[in-house]
């Protein structure tokens, strides 16, 4: 999960539009026929159970192939996983696309407080940083709140030092925290780079206080001008905040073995459950690839494993949906959305199809957390099928959202392009303690709320699959952001 | 903290003594004087108030000295600290004792999953075990659930393999799971080298799930043969069964740079406020060193802060107490209480005096929860005068507990020689999370909480050594364990 702070900002600019269309949906809904709503009552009813178990499915992902970067030997056997799981489901036809990319390695990484007693930090390097020379750069820790103080900061103040961002993500259900802190992660090796800074060391963006920092990418600005950037972990960073409170000058030694070692090449894998009646199809999505700290459990294994599991579940009942669902599992998406972009430009240039047989797309990937909203970007009419959707959602414990939020990572693109959009919202209190972690391991994920999970992408997909509404793809329009 | 194994065992073995003992204390209560307890009220309210603030020495101690492993520079730093911290605090006599003891460092550690996609495991040696070869150990894993399972198995199951216990620590308030499943780390090494094991991994010895793994001191053996030994982290350990349970047969290379290297001298420090008419004094204990890992936040800097800052706070009182409260900071506890031993010796060297003027000995070395409880091993009027000693306590939330449970590391080996003992329970619900851990940092410290345990010691400190009666130093009798 990358693109939270795009969502965030989605939300503010969608929010005049959506009054008209939320104002006016509540009037018609659509109707579903009971022998519908008796096969959703059955999905949920096997979905909470764990019948075909998601459980399973990430117990083996993340145990067998374990961490999978992008373009990594592991990435390889995960593509061959996701292939061999999916063909021995119930999905009609299971195939995959090629994605390329530039390949980003993490060798070892070190930071060591040099001025008191040569203390270790816990650190990891961003995503997409280069690395430091050799022996490292050994430099005065310069301190700033925010990214916005490194941006007003006199170059004097930082050239030649390392600069320290010490802004501290604050945790809440929809995860909005992380939009708001992940600037220091995403903009500061560039801004650290103009101000001439040596290096740029970050508080982890996350909302717990172990000794286990968070990776992530970082946006590497056009003339391509970044230092070599990491995170520490909280406690690490808050001993570093302690050192200047009681009026230190404290100096780092930064050892980073990383940067990008020539092209990578990974797949996008589909499975497609065929609608009995049209070409047209819904996607879930989730990516397989994972950073490679922890087993990629939360992120995203339990999204891999909540849409197989679900659309296994649909193409299991005796009756084909009317449409279809498409089962995406996307490549890389942790280092910049590669397989999202690369699905994107693979439908535009399918003039036939292409975007316009979407449906809407839908993803899961932010953690294993229940669902407790759903939300969306879709038509009127689609709206009002949501409403009807709710009530056989309802008893999962989800309420009925907004029709201005989109939701989704690697299908980011495509809302953007103007495909319609449903978000299942995941109560994410706890994910941003474990994110782009070692402490994303499988442990943390709660049998139960995985479950819950795949009864609502079931109900949803079903639902939805199995009408004729359409919800909006083609009228919709781009979405642009300021 | 290291001995709560001794404690859990002590408790079954002086079962039978203390139904006599604490069936007949309750007749008699001591008496104290109005002014003593209005001053024993004063001290609870500026210990919970933390005029005299604990958390700012735990902070100074743990963030300008960090992690301090016995014989290290940061240790021979953090005795300077704590002789510099004693000397502006209210003690009429600072002093040291030398403490030398074999010197184990910790270089480089790793294992992967070779059998796995080569996966990160999270592990740490174990300390005073030996190292690997320079290349590391690659063998197939064998698994057992218990010290004993491999104490049962045939050698052939084992030669030439990697042994691994994976036992589970439960947690519960008091702690005393610890004890039943610290005897993997301490005697699985030995146990491994019987059987002809190439090394052993264990699960770690805590209650939490992070990618933390938790270190500690092993037993060496009579005849010093035993295998590298390393615990994984929690998670690293379950993904390592669960491989087992899908019929995996897990490869591991180990790879440990550690080992002894020559002898290393360190220092107990000691803080004393001279009682006004007697030689006699309460000795409370907390150890200075701490594992490499962390910054012994919660072990041991947390005791350290309380024992100073709780008999400061008596120290700055008007009235100087009866008999005198010496502060001891014990060097070198983790790698086998080497500072409590050595202070021992040097006692029991001392014809003049020596235990006979210890009063009591408490020490505080479970962290910085809150004291829930307070139990002992002393003589009949001692137990008499803790309960009326504990009318004061109790408003901190401290419940009368039983007068047969010693507590204590460093003071161990005192209370074996018969020495009077009051332990002050700490809560340790969350204690074993982080114990022996990277994660065991200041941020794990609840101030409020800290301020209670400093009450309490002052509290106790205080009416215990401003009165007339004997604990039972030299009439108890040895302590024997099973």
Redesign the interface.
Known sequence: MKNLLITVLITVVLSSVSETVSAQASSFMPRISGADIAIAEELRRKGMAGEHTAYQLV??LT?????RPGGS??DA?AVQWAVNNLRKMGFDRVWTESVDFPYWRRGDESAT?VS??N??M?LTALGGTPGTPENGITAEVVHFKTLEDLQNAEPARVRGKIAFISNRMQPSRDGSGYGRAVVARSQGPAVAAQKGALALVIRSIGTD????PHTGAIRLPDNGRVVPAAALS??DA??LV??FE?G?RPRIELILDVGFAGKATSYNVFGEVTGSESEDFILMGAHLDSW?M??GALDDGAGVAIVMTAADLIANQSKRPKRGIRVALFANEEQGLFGGRAYLAEQLNNESAGLMQHLFVVESDLGAGRIYRIDGRVNQLGWAMVQSIHRHLAPLGIELGENDRPGGSDIFPMIQAGVANIALRQDASEYFDLHH???D????IDPEALNQNVAAYAVLGWLAANHDINFGTGELGPLTLN
Not at 63 to 67: N, S
Not at 441 to 444: A, E, G, S, V
């Open positions: 117990s083996s145990t067998e192939v374990g961490p030997p592991a056997k407080l008191h007693g203390q270790y816990a206080n172990d000794r286990l909280n406690p808050d001993q302690r050192l009681h230190m490679d922890g087993t972690t070692d402490n391991t499988l442990d943390k």
